[in-house]
């Protein structure tokens, strides 16, 4: 299969490129990056030791683009994504414009050239806060109403809902999937567990929303994209026109996380900084996976004990990494890893 992936050079992306080259040796991958700041080439292996991967740099917006790099393509596996929601929340417009319109771009060439799969990735974010249409919280099902909280969940409500018209439409083989909040190798550092990290390893304070008590389900990326491995290579009979959540049943809050930080690196408790709640944030995130764990079987395997540990060793053995990202001086990254710092 020769599949085109998105997105495939920032965090969850480039993971996945390496979990296929290595485990489907007859499949070709091309991967379609704009590199805003979240993308970086380095994130995936070297373009000339890996004769299966090629790369080009280009906008999924870009309609000639697309259609070009689709030529021989058999799937699409979609991550490309403006993906920070406090980003989103000072300014939305990348976001509708990639999150939105790109999708459109990608499905509109794809019923096109009669692609065979487009899996189409998308977020625990599309249902808001987690409960039964009563109200009661409990862990969100595919079947929920989405009602997104943020300008980012809402463009992901906009991609997600797009690519499932056209399964309805068109017959388009698309498969939606909802994964809960990633950690691991690779993920630029202002998300919440490698911002804690760093500035843990750098004894800067580390910067709690409000109260600290939202939860989220965090699931390694290793379990993410093997999933998302699997999906793409059923029949297509399982899974296309299908919608299935993605989750470890990993439940934490953000002071948790915190404290585990500091407790694994053996940093003070005076680290932990409380800091202005942003709007619109989310009290709990969480996923019921009843349905791909009876329907292919999957359950995720990496605890979020052994998960984090490995993490944290891979922040702290990859000061190259980080210091390239730094170097780039990103406003907002810098802003962001300042956040809990004294006034
Ligand atoms: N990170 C999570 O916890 C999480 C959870 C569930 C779902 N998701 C979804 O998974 C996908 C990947 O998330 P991530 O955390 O790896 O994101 P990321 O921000 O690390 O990477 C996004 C990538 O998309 C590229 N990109 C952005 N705009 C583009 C454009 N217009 N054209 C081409 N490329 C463009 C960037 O350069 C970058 O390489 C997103 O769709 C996101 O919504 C993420």
């Known amino acids: 299969m020769r599949i085109l992936v998105t997105g495939g050079a920032g965090f969850i992306g480039s993971n996945f490129v390496r979990h296929m080259l290595a485990t489907y040796p007859t499949d070709e991958i091309v991967v379609l990056d704009k590199l805003t700041y979240a993308g970086n080439i380095t994130n995936l292996p070297p373009l000339s030791t890996t004769p299966r991967l090629s790369f080009v740099q280009g906008d999924i917006c870009d309609e000639r683009t697309v259609v070009q790099v689709l030529e021989d393509c058999d799937a699409i596996v979609h991550f490309a994504a403006e993906t920070h929601v406090d980003r989103s929340l000072l300014q939305a417009q990348d976001f509708m414009r990639t999150n939105v319109q790109g999708t459109y771009v990608l499905l509109e060439a794809a019923r096109q050239q009669h692609?065979?799969?487009?899996?189409?990735?998308?977020?625990?974010?599309?249902?808001?806060?987690?409960?039964?249409?009563?109200?009661?919280?409990?862990?969100?099902?595919?079947?929920?109403?989405?009602?997104?909280?943020?300008?980012?969940?809402?463009?992901?409500?906009?991609?997600?809902?797009?690519?499932?018209?056209y399964w309805a439409s068109y017959r388009l083989p698309v498969t939606i999937t909802r994964c809960s909040n990633n950690y691991g190798p690779y993920q630029y550092p202002e998300k919440q567990l490698p911002l804690f990290i760093l500035n843990a390893l750098e004894d800067r304070p580390l910067p709690i929303y409000g109260d600290g008590q939202h939860s989220r389900d965090w699931i390694h990326v290793d379990d993410h994209v093997e999933v998302l491995a699997l999906i793409l290579h059923q029949p297509a009979a399982h899974v296309v026109g299908e919608i299935f959540n993605i989750g470890a049943h990993e439940e934490r809050t953000t002071l948790q996380n915190a404290r585990t930080i500091l407790k694994i690196l053996e940093k003070p408790g005076e680290l932990l900084s409380?800091?202005?709640?942003?709007?619109?944030?989310?009290?709990?995130?969480?996923?019921?996976?009843?349905?791909?764990?009876?329907?292919?079987?999957?359950?995720?395997?990496?605890?979020?004990?052994?998960?984090?540990r490995q993490t944290i060793d891979w922040y702290r053995d990859n000061p190259a990494w980080i210091e390239t990202i730094k170097e780039k001086h990103n406003e907002f990254l810098m802003a962001a890893l300042q956040r809990g710092m004294p006034r």
């Open 115 to 165: 692609i065979q799969r487009f899996l189409h990735i998308s977020t625990d974010e599309v249902y808001g806060n987690a409960c039964s249409p009563e109200g009661v919280s409990r862990p969100s099902l595919e079947t929920d109403t989405l009602l997104p909280l943020s300008p980012y969940a809402a463009s992901k409500v906009g991609a997600d809902t797009l690519a499932f018209s």
């Open 274 to 308: 409380f800091v202005q709640d942003r709007p619109g944030n989310v009290q709990r995130h969480a996923v019921d996976t009843s349905k791909i764990r009876q329907q292919l079987g999957w359950q995720a395997r990496i605890s979020f004990a052994a998960g984090m």
